[in-house]
């Protein structure tokens, strides 16, 4: 008698594509963060500031889901 197979594990693209986005979005933000925080000015700070915001937004999310 043979073992029955195993059941795959199917993929939810939906959680694919918001976890790649997630990372996208991730990354862009850290390198804003390096490039600005090299120069000096309100227009870096300001956009220093947005991607710190991106950041937090992105870790609320995260976190929404493990209430």
Do not use: K
């Not at 029955?4 to 594990?9: C, I, L």
């Amino acid at each position: 008698m043979t073992a029955p197979e195993p059941r795959r594990r199917s993929i939810d693209v939906r959680e694919v594509v918001t976890g790649v986005l997630a990372l996208v979005v991730a990354v862009a933000c850290v390198l804003i963060v390096i490039v600005n925080q090299q120069t000096v000015g309100w227009p870096h700070f300001f956009a220093m500031m947005a991607a710190l915001l991106g950041l937090i937004v992105l870790l609320a999310l995260y976190n929404r889901r493990y209430r």
